[in-house]
């Protein structure tokens, strides 16, 4: 007895209401982390920022000479100048070409800043110069009451996620006094703000997340803000500043660094830019896969129909499609 050929279309409306569903719970918990339930907001407007945000930012000094005479003190407990990590601005006849990254953070910060030194880690594990051989790092904070021992630590914490331990020579945490770090933030552009802590003194920082890259000769070369840090980007700066070359303000993508204190009601806005891009990125990418995902079922159902339409004409004629068995014999 003749069978009809039958193929079965894959069922698009069933994947399109799983794909919407899985969208709105990939897209949900991120939006969740903006404004979680019993957060304080900006009097229902998500998309302005509390006052004191104002005054925080990063101003781009591209070509603007680091106060090469500021004196801190490093994770050993030795005083230092930034001069001492930049001696191509002083002695260019014996130029070492050894350009730095700057992380100016503070090391008793509970969010952000730990975000960013990991993301700063996390890139130069991919980037095939080594600190200490190629190029410096050198992290400083703005808390003037961070100490040396946070700060030697901070320094054990980040080495050994690098991997490398060879490398410590790179690696410098300093700490120093309110008018060398000024000295230091006014010259980067790095503008920040002090808030109550949660137990309501001055203890914690609003500011944002960015990264400098630094010539050989202490000027300042390129900015790279958020907390992930293309390697290839990083790579070529680094490259570029080791031969005195600066490169131009890129387009900010700002990340505040605030904590939400519910004993006093202040506002939280802890990487909530970060999430809005993340929401929009998975709306993108499930956007993606379906129109792909779409375009196959389309050119599935094109050939089961004619599959089926050579199928009638054969039935109607007596005969059946051959199969791949009556090929063979």
């Known amino acids: 007895m003749q069978q009809r050929l039958q193929i079965r279309p894959r069922n698009i409306a069933g994947r399109f209401r799983f794909l919407c569903a899985l969208a709105l719970a990939c897209a949900l918990p991120l939006a969740a982390q903006v404004a979680a339930p019993g957060d304080k907001t900006t009097e229902g407007t998500s998309n302005v920022l509390p006052t ?44 070492t070409k050894k350009p730095a990254v700057l992380a100016l953070v503070y090391y008793t910060c509970p969010m952000l800043c730990s975000e960013e030194l990991e993301g700063l880690t996390s890139s130069l594990e991919m980037v095939r110069y080594k600190p200490g051989k190629d190029f410096n790092v050198i992290v400083v904070s703005i808390d003037p009451s961070d100490t040396t021992a946070e700060a030697a630590q901070k320094k054990r914490q980040y080495l050994k996620r690098y991997g490398y331990p060879d490398t410590a020579s790179g690696w410098h945490f300093l700490t120093g006094t309110q008018p060398n770090i000024d000295a230091l933030v006014d010259t980067v552009g790095f503008h920040y703000v002090k808030v109550p802590g949660p137990d309501g003194k001055l203890t914690q920082f609003a500011h944002t997340s960015a990264i400098e890259v630094v010539t050989s000769q202490g000027r300042l070369a390129q900015y790279f803000y958020g907390v992930e840090y293309s390697p290839k980007d990083l790579l070529f700066a680094l490259s570029e500043a080791s031969g005195g ?44 896969f379906m129109i792909v995902m779409f375009r196959q079922d389309a050119k599935q159902a094109r050939e089961v129909r004619e599959l089926e339409k050579m199928s009638s004409v054969g039935l109607r004629n007596g005969s059946r499609p051959e199969s791949e068995s009556d090929k063979e014999r």
């Open 245 to 288: 070359k600066v490169g131009s303000p890129v387009e900010a993508v700002v990340l505040y660094c605030f904590h939400y204190d519910p004993h006093t009601g202040h506002y939280s806005l802890v990487i909530a830019r970060l999430v809005q891009l993340a929401c929009l990125l998975t709306v993108f990418l499930l956007g993606g």
């Open 52 to 95: 004191v945000l104002n005054k925080v930012g990063v101003a781009q000094n591209i070509n603007r000479q680091l106060p090469l005479n500021a004196t801190f003190t490093d994770e050993t407990g030795k005083t230092v100048t930034l001069g001492d990590y930049f001696p191509d601005a002083t002695n260019p006849k014996d130029a």
